[in-house]
């Protein structure tokens, strides 16, 4: 009889052992919401924040209306229906407002016609533990800056090596022949007679051309282009100013063909132009 009860009592303390050596597994964590997602001998990767901008504004409204009737000078003829039509311009389909958004301008004078577009890409990366959205747009601009045949901002190409002084002027020989006579009255000193030095002509229009831009959001370029002449069509130039700011991307193009041919539209005013529009846009984002 005593055998029988010491063997019944046996398995009830091992299934109370049982019990306390669970228990004390349970708290062996880290304490309350402690959850499985956490791996065993490793860390979770380090995931970055979400980019500044969550969303993006209406492009046809966040452009200033003063600036586009300064960049777009409207037909006399024109009603005021249309003047406000014209104003308010159009903003391009798009399947996804806060991700890829645009708005087109035009104005037709007997002067010229002239094209303005503005456009809005908010980044956004898939995979924040490689690359954050910051980066991600970094790596778009990059490759538009690319495709636009411009040097990433901070590279440096060598110089051509400068001659050494050996080098920098012919040596003298016993065998030249002795210097010309000072040039007669009347002719500028140090040039042929009757052959001025030519000069440039002031009316040349002056070309800027196209290169990256300092000083307009997180990193910027411009690029300039004129149209080839033609017999019967005028030159136009296009400007197109594209910047990033954080995680979004900001294209600016603003276009002027003059009427009569033969007429070339200024490089410095187009660019000072769509240079301003653009520096008001970083302002707007800035907000």
């Known amino acids: 009889m005593q055998r029988k009860a010491v063997r019944q009592v046996l398995p009830g303390i091992a299934m109370l052992s049982t019990l306390v050596a669970g228990l004390a597994g349970c708290s062996s964590g880290?304490?309350?919401?402690?959850?499985?997602?956490?791996?065993?001998?490793g860390?979770?990767?380090?995931?970055?924040?979400?980019?500044?901008?969550?969303?993006?504004?209406?492009?046809?409204k966040a452009v200033d209306g003063k600036r586009v009737r300064t960049m777009l000078p409207a037909a006399e003829e024109l009603t005021d229906q249309q003047r406000d039509q014209l104003y308010a311009g159009a903003a391009d389909a798009s399947y996804d407002g806060d991700r890829n958004v645009g708005c087109r301008w035009s104005a037709q004078t007997p002067e010229g016609t002239r094209l303005l577009s503005v456009g809005f890409e908010r980044v956004v990366s898939y995979d924040r533990t490689a690359a954050s959205d910051d980066d991600k747009a970094k790596q778009v601009y990059v490759r538009r800056l690319t495709d636009a045949h411009l040097p990433f901002p901070g590279v440096v190409t060598s110089p051509s090596p400068s001659p050494s002084p050996s080098s920098s002027a012919p040596a003298a020989t016993p065998s030249a022949p002795p210097a010309s006579p000072p040039a007669a009255s009347g002719s500028p000193s140090g040039s042929p007679s009757g052959s001025p030095s030519p000069s440039p002509s002031p009316s040349a229009p002056v070309e800027l051309g196209s290169r990256v831009l300092q000083g307009l959001g997180d990193d910027s370029y411009l690029e300039d282009k004129l149209s080839a002449a033609g017999a019967t069509a005028a030159q136009s130039r296009t400007v197109r100013i594209v910047f990033r700011t954080s995680n979004v991307i900001v294209t600016v193009e603003y276009s002027v063909q003059p009427s009569l041919p033969g007429t070339v539209p200024s490089s410095g005013e187009t660019q000072d132009r769509t240079r301003q529009l653009a520096q008001a846009l970083v302002d707007r984002f800035d907000e």
């Open 43 to 60: 860390n979770a990767g380090t995931v970055a924040q979400p980019g500044k901008y969550r969303s993006l504004p209406s492009p046809c």
């Open 30 to 41: 880290s304490g309350v919401g402690t959850t499985s997602d956490a791996k065993a001998g």
